[in-house]
Nanobody, 125 residues
Framework: VQLQASGGGSVQAGDSLRLSCTAS????????VGWFRQAPGKEREFVAVISRSGSTRLHADSLRERFAISRDNGKNTVYLQMDSLKPDDTAIYYCAGKTDGTVLGYPYRDRYDAWGQGTKVTVSS
Protein backbone atom coordinates (compact mmCIF):
# COMPACT_ATOMS: atom_id res chain seq x y z
CA VAL A 1 0.00 0.00 0.00
CA GLN A 2 1.19 3.51 -0.79
CA LEU A 3 0.04 6.39 1.36
CA GLN A 4 -0.13 10.07 0.58
CA ALA A 5 -0.51 12.75 3.23
CA SER A 6 -1.84 16.16 2.31
CA GLY A 7 -3.49 19.22 3.78
CA GLY A 8 -0.57 20.87 5.51
CA GLY A 9 0.17 24.55 5.29
CA SER A 10 1.12 27.70 7.14
CA VAL A 11 -1.40 28.96 9.69
CA GLN A 12 -1.66 31.22 12.70
CA ALA A 13 -1.83 30.02 16.28
CA GLY A 14 -5.41 29.12 17.13
CA ASP A 15 -6.30 28.08 13.60
CA SER A 16 -7.41 24.64 12.48
CA LEU A 17 -6.22 22.29 9.78
CA ARG A 18 -7.43 18.95 8.54
CA LEU A 19 -4.87 16.57 7.16
CA SER A 20 -5.80 13.76 4.81
CA CYS A 21 -4.16 10.42 4.17
CA THR A 22 -5.17 8.57 1.03
CA ALA A 23 -4.08 5.15 -0.16
CA SER A 24 -3.24 3.62 -3.50
CA UNK A 25 -2.42 0.07 -4.35
CA UNK A 26 -4.71 -1.18 -1.61
CA UNK A 27 -7.90 0.10 -0.14
CA UNK A 28 -7.36 2.01 3.05
CA UNK A 29 -10.28 0.21 4.65
CA UNK A 30 -8.05 -2.87 5.07
CA UNK A 31 -5.43 -1.19 7.24
CA UNK A 32 -5.07 0.68 10.49
CA VAL A 33 -3.61 4.14 10.02
CA GLY A 34 -1.53 6.25 12.32
CA TRP A 35 -0.30 9.80 12.24
CA PHE A 36 3.17 10.78 13.42
CA ARG A 37 4.97 14.09 13.37
CA GLN A 38 8.55 15.20 13.34
CA ALA A 39 9.57 18.66 14.41
CA PRO A 40 12.93 20.10 13.37
CA GLY A 41 15.73 18.54 15.40
CA LYS A 42 13.39 16.12 17.17
CA GLU A 43 12.45 12.48 16.84
CA ARG A 44 9.33 11.42 15.06
CA GLU A 45 6.53 11.07 17.59
CA PHE A 46 3.18 9.35 17.69
CA VAL A 47 0.09 11.54 17.24
CA ALA A 48 -2.93 9.28 16.70
CA VAL A 49 -4.05 5.93 15.32
CA ILE A 50 -7.32 4.47 14.11
CA SER A 51 -8.14 0.80 13.62
CA ARG A 52 -9.28 -0.69 10.35
CA SER A 53 -12.93 -0.51 11.34
CA GLY A 54 -12.63 2.87 13.01
CA SER A 55 -13.93 1.45 16.29
CA THR A 56 -10.68 2.17 18.11
CA ARG A 57 -9.07 5.59 18.08
CA LEU A 58 -6.10 6.54 20.22
CA HIS A 59 -4.38 9.89 20.57
CA ALA A 60 -1.22 11.08 22.24
CA ASP A 61 -2.17 12.25 25.71
CA SER A 62 -0.90 15.76 25.15
CA LEU A 63 -2.92 16.15 21.93
CA ARG A 64 -6.22 14.43 22.62
CA GLU A 65 -8.01 17.64 23.52
CA ARG A 66 -7.16 19.32 20.22
CA PHE A 67 -6.57 16.59 17.63
CA ALA A 68 -9.00 13.99 16.33
CA ILE A 69 -8.43 11.12 13.94
CA SER A 70 -11.23 9.74 11.79
CA ARG A 71 -11.70 7.78 8.62
CA ASP A 72 -14.04 7.59 5.68
CA ASN A 73 -13.44 4.24 4.04
CA GLY A 74 -15.84 5.15 1.27
CA LYS A 75 -13.47 7.96 0.30
CA ASN A 76 -10.40 5.82 0.97
CA THR A 77 -9.17 8.52 3.35
CA VAL A 78 -8.10 8.95 6.96
CA TYR A 79 -8.21 12.41 8.46
CA LEU A 80 -6.46 14.24 11.27
CA GLN A 81 -8.44 17.24 12.48
CA MET A 82 -6.19 19.66 14.32
CA ASP A 83 -7.75 22.53 16.26
CA SER A 84 -6.34 25.35 18.35
CA LEU A 85 -2.97 24.92 16.72
CA LYS A 86 0.13 26.11 18.55
CA PRO A 87 3.62 26.96 17.33
CA ASP A 88 4.80 23.73 19.01
CA ASP A 89 2.66 21.81 16.52
CA THR A 90 4.97 22.89 13.73
CA ALA A 91 6.29 19.68 12.16
CA ILE A 92 6.12 17.40 9.19
CA TYR A 93 3.14 15.12 9.64
CA TYR A 94 3.28 11.57 8.32
CA CYS A 95 0.59 8.97 7.95
CA ALA A 96 1.53 5.32 8.28
CA GLY A 97 -0.29 2.06 7.67
CA LYS A 98 -0.50 -1.14 9.72
CA THR A 99 -1.55 -3.97 7.46
CA ASP A 100 -2.73 -6.10 10.38
CA GLY A 101 -5.56 -3.62 10.80
CA THR A 102 -5.10 -3.32 14.56
CA VAL A 103 -3.72 -0.67 16.86
CA LEU A 104 -1.45 -3.13 18.68
CA GLY A 105 1.94 -1.57 19.26
CA TYR A 106 0.57 1.73 17.98
CA PRO A 107 3.15 4.17 19.38
CA TYR A 108 6.09 2.36 17.83
CA ARG A 109 7.17 3.37 14.34
CA ASP A 110 8.48 -0.09 13.47
CA ARG A 111 4.98 -1.56 13.80
CA TYR A 112 3.87 0.28 10.69
CA ASP A 113 4.38 -1.24 7.25
CA ALA A 114 3.98 1.74 4.98
CA TRP A 115 4.67 5.44 5.27
CA GLY A 116 3.50 8.44 3.32
CA GLN A 117 5.88 11.21 2.32
CA GLY A 118 4.68 13.73 4.90
CA THR A 119 2.97 17.09 4.79
CA LYS A 120 4.41 20.17 6.43
CA VAL A 121 2.50 22.17 9.02
CA THR A 122 3.83 25.53 10.16
CA VAL A 123 2.11 27.42 12.96
CA SER A 124 3.19 30.96 13.64
CA SER A 125 2.40 33.00 16.74
Amino acid sequence: VQLQASGGGSVQAGDSLRLSCTASGRTISNIAVGWFRQAPGKEREFVAVISRSGSTRLHADSLRERFAISRDNGKNTVYLQMDSLKPDDTAIYYCAGKTDGTVLGYPYRDRYDAWGQGTKVTVSS
